[in-house]
């Protein structure tokens, strides 16, 4: 299984990637909570559904879970990884008396990074090759098992559980994310596994532990857990502003295009700190300077369309049909406003918006997130 779905440890497997290209993020994590996300269970529903299902298929125990989060899809993905483990469990079988399979092992590798481990969803040992295979649900990033340091360091885990008991020469990694089609597998013999772990791993995991080590943003921020206060990250961020223009007054195509690929990154950063701030205005009231809650705009509409139809005809309005009913504004404008209001204004509602934070020169009325209802985003 993937470490971030059930592991406690600050230096996760799931988390390598990131701790290891910017070590002090795992002390300054501690500071955060760590907040599921319904992602998150949905991984952990699909992982437990595909466990039972590869256990099944090996006439090994197993009570089918149940979830709010089971649907066709997931039944269908979790098919393709059973499918994808059963083949590699019958070619590792040819020419292997022993074969060693362990499903949901927890992979300890405390040996390198502090109170490591995580949980491989499969581990297969034979003919000299350690097989690891993890499951990833998820659509929204496609994952590598190249270099892939959650993926080394489960096979680390894996090996100290075996290497005293097998000959083990290499080792097999592989990341299956059937709903983005994605089969990845990537090979290491164990000296150059082993070789990594010391030249890499360890100093780094020892930067992590002590909060040593340089900030350092990029891609991995993403799934920091300090990412909306980071100041590294906004740093760095704000660096990418600091465009040097060229002489002639018009961007040249390689320039837009370059601006394109920085906005992107800027975008991602900006959306992550407006959300942070927003949240934390409608949540707990925090105000920021030069900025404040609104409501959002909303569009009227009628409660009843029919009764609507009745009333208005009972005053004597026919011509109120299109080929359905005729829109408020049409309405208003037919009657008038006046006589919108005396007849159908017990009909019409309009919605709460959505609180959105906007810049104080916006002409609407601020409001107070405290003491109202409003509709919050999902
Ligand atoms: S947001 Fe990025 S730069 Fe900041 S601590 Fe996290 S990983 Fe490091």
Redesign the pocket.
Known sequence: MSGSYNTHSIYSASGAH?WM??P??AQ??KQFPNETSTFAEEGTAAHDLAEHKLKKALKMRSKKPTSPYHSDEMDEMTDLYVEYCLELIESSKENCSDLQILIEQKLDFSDYVPEGFGTGDLVVVGNGTLHVVDLKYGRGVIVSAEKNPQMMLYALGALSLFDMLYDIEKVSMAIVQPRVDNFSTWEITVEELLKWAEEELRPKALLASTGGGE????D??RF?R??NQ?R??AV?NLELLKYEFQDPALLADEEIAEIIGLADELAKWAGDIYTYATALAINEGREWDGFKLVEGRTRRKFTDETAVAETAKEAGYTDIFKQSLITITEMEKLMGKKKFNDILGNLVEKPKGKLTLVHETDKRQAVDPIHAEFQVED
Do not use: D, I, T
């Open positions: 990131r290209n910017c002090p993020s300054l994590e900030f350092c943003a990029g991995h921020c920091c300090a990412k980071c590294a990250r760095k």
